[in-house]
């Protein structure tokens, strides 16, 4: 096994001590107050007292995310699903230690929970009418960009027990291309996606469209554009299941797909492609972000197999270090777990080594003028 270069083991080794540091102050909050503890321990972590306590935290974790089960035998369980969460949160936080990793509203999952329920993106393969993006001159992108500053980003919005991340990563990019092209924000139906969409590569029946058990980006706005358009969510509002019937109204139709292409791995044309043509649709790696609460996620080590849908809407950079001597440039990623997980439904992940295959599945959407009138 290789060898942890010294300077990141030495920042490893300042990060344990400042953990340890800052154990004292978090411990002397007063129990009685669940939320303010449960708060400042996300901040700065202790995970041996939160180990120590494990019952106090579960129970001020239910009480925070209103989670009820159904029998003593199910609670005991979960709670032993979230002491294993809590080890996980500690070994993210070793390998991670430019985020902060901790207690969020999936500490009662199991790995495979989180992964069925809330992942779902396939294997990727191109529709006919993907294009490979061109080429974008890149020497005078801005040195930070976020489409939230310029009105292309609707709010957060929440999956829920459904595994349709690659419908609110697909209406996502459709959102902005839709706000370039028309000058309106829309929020458009991902429930739309998940009751109607079923595009399938014929030779590969398992790649397949399939509402709440997974799907793809490409083949979504591949769907969009053969069937006319996308409605408006509020004309065709998420439920979060995929036991209804398609009830698409072309006369409805709030956006329309124009073209899509699939953008290079090189990170200098998904920056340009991303400031020239509005947010973009892209898979992930999202072992780290079921406990992450905040910060700059750079993880040493996290593989690039992609099994979540996400939209790009920015980059940055900041200090991260204590003494804010180094800047960690990061992709600005809105995730669909609502405004409670994570920096307000935000992800922070370092820009620059192609961290967790975020620069591996990328694709642009243009939207064609349709009046708003």
């Not at 669940?34 to 106090?56: C, F, G, K, T, W």
Request: hydrophobic share 35%; with cysteine; glycine share 8%.
């Amino acid at each position: 096994m290789a060898m942890v270069p010294s300077p990141r083991l030495a920042f490893l080794v300042f990060i344990s001590s400042l953990i340890f540091f800052f154990a004292g102050t978090v411990s002397a909050v007063s129990p009685d107050d669940e939320s303010e503890d449960l708060m400042i321990r996300q901040v700065v972590p202790n995970y041996d007292d939160m180990l120590l306590n494990a019952e106090h935290h579960f129970a001020s974790f239910k009480k925070s995310f209103q989670k009820n089960y159904a029998t003593p035998e199910e609670d005991a369980f979960r709670l032993g699903v979230f002491k294993a969460n809590l080890r996980r949160a500690r070994r993210h936080q070793l390998l991670d230690p430019s985020a902060v990793h901790g207690i969020t509203q999936f500490s009662d999952l199991t790995t495979e929970e989180f992964r069925q329920n809330y992942l779902g993106l396939k294997p990727l393969r191109l529709p006919a009418d993907a294009q490979k993006a061109p080429i974008l001159p890149t020497n005078d992108l801005p040195t930070d960009f976020d489409w939230r500053d310029h009105g292309a980003v609707t709010q957060v919005k929440d999956q829920g027990f459904c595994g349709s991340c690659w419908s609110f990563s697909t209406t996502g990019a459709l959102e902005g291309a839709n706000f370039l092209a028309t000058g309106n924000l829309v929020s458009l139906s991902e429930q739309q996606l998940v009751d109607c969409d079923h595009e399938c590569d014929s030779e590969e029946p398992d790649s397949c469209d399939s509402g709440c058990s997974g799907g793809l980006m490409t083949s979504a706005f591949e769907y969009t554009l053969k069937s006319g358009g996308l409605m408006r969510e509020e004309e065709y509002p998420y439920t979060g299941t995929d036991r209804g019937t398609c009830k698409f109204d072309k006369t409805k139709v709030a956006a329309e797909v124009a073209n899509f292409s699939v953008v290079s791995l090189d990170e200098d044309q998904i920056a340009a492609n991303l400031v020239k043509n509005g947010p973009l649709a892209v898979g992930i790696n999202a072992a780290f972000m079921q406990t992450y609460i905040g910060g700059v996620s750079c993880p040493y080590i996290c593989t690039r197999r992609l099994d979540h849908g996400v939209l790009l809407v920015g980059y940055g950079s900041e200090g991260f270090s204590p003494i804010r001597l180094k800047k960690k440039p990061y992709w600005i990623i809105k995730n669909s777990w609502g405004g409670s997980w994570g920096e307000h439904g935000y992800y922070k992940i370092c820009r620059g080594h192609n961290v967790c295959g975020v620069d591996s599945m990328v694709s642009t959407v243009a939207a064609a003028f349709i009046s708003q009138e």
